[in-house]
């Protein structure tokens, strides 16, 4: 059993910062994926950001440039650090970790941008 827990959501001012982490705890599971997904109060969930195995990342283009994905391989977190955060950007930040059999995902952290 995989559990995912998220971390760093909160409020800030647009054009803040704010580093996400998601560590993920368990045993014998082998990582493909993990990605951020992020999901704003009537609509659907989408994907953010996300990094392989082999350390290939992927962005929507809303936050190419803006937001980085990144991960610690011996300690099974990855985070996504987030510059010029933007209103649009306001949302409950999903943690999904696809290992060879089995998705999981986290319980969400939100993330409000708002003056």
């Known amino acids: 059993q995989v559990q995912l827990v998220e971390s760093g959501g909160g409020l800030v001012q647009p054009g803040g910062s704010l580093r996400l982490s998601c560590a993920a705890s368990?045993?014998?599971?082998?990582?493909?994926?993990m990605g951020w997904y992020r999901q704003a109060p009537g609509k659907q969930r989408e994907l953010v950001a996300a990094i392989t195995s082999g350390a290939s990342t992927s962005y929507r283009d809303s936050v190419k440039g803006r937001f980085t994905i990144s991960r610690d391989i011996p300690k099974n977190t990855v985070y996504l650090q987030m510059n010029s955060l933007k209103p649009e950007d306001t949302a409950v930040y999903y943690c999904k970790l696809v290992t060879t059999y089995l998705t999981y995902w986290g319980k969400g952290t939100l993330v409000t941008v708002s003056s």
């Open positions: 368990g045993s014998g599971f082998s990582v493909n994926v």
